[in-house]
C-alpha cells in the first residue's frame, strides 16, 4: 500500500518558522517528480513548489518564493518544505503529492498519490 505522510505542522507566530516532512512508504519515488500544495477554507488547492527527481529542478508558487525551499533524500524517500517568515496568508492544510511523470507540472490532476494533509496556522 502506498503512502505519503506529512509531519511537522503547526500552530506558528507571523515571522516564524515551520519544516514539513513527507515520509514515502509501499514504494519508491526516487524518479518522481514530488510536490507540495496547499488548500486554504473555501479555496481550491494550489501549487506551492515541486522538485525533480534529482533535486537538480526546483519550482516555486510566486507568493512562496524567497521564503519556502523544497528538498528531497532520495535513500529516505522523503521530501522537505522549509517554511521561512510565514504569513497569515500561508494559513492552510499542505499536502504532498507524487507526480505521475517525469516532468515537473503544477496541475493537480498530473498528481497520482497524494498525503492525508496536516495543517499550517500561522497567527498574526
Known amino acids: 500500500q502506498v503512502q505519503l505522510v506529512e509531519s511537522g505542522g503547526g500552530l506558528v507566530e507571523a515571522g516564524g518558522s515551520l519544516r514539513l516532512s513527507c515520509a514515502a512508504s509501499g514504494r519508491t519515488f526516487s524518479r518522481s517528480i514530488m510536490g507540495w500544495f496547499r488548500q486554504a477554507p473555501g479555496r481550491e488547492r494550489e501549487f506551492v513548489a515541486a522538485?525533480?527527481?534529482?533535486?537538480?529542478?526546483?519550482y516555486y508558487a510566486g507568493s512562496v518564493k524567497g521564503r519556502f525551499t523544497i528538498s528531497r533524500d532520495n535513500a529516505k524517500n522523503t521530501v522537505y518544505l522549509q517554511m521561512n517568515t510565514l504569513k497569515p496568508e500561508d494559513t492552510a492544510v499542505y499536502y504532498c503529492?507524487?507526480?505521475?511523470?517525469?516532468?515537473?507540472?503544477?496541475?493537480?490532476?498530473?498528481?497520482?498519490?497524494w498525503g492525508q494533509g496536516i495543517q499550517v496556522t500561522v497567527s498574526s
Open positions: 503529492a507524487a507526480a505521475r511523470g517525469t516532468k515537473w507540472t503544477m496541475d493537480t490532476n498530473e498528481y497520482d498519490y
Open positions: 522538485i525533480t527527481w534529482n533535486g537538480g529542478g526546483l
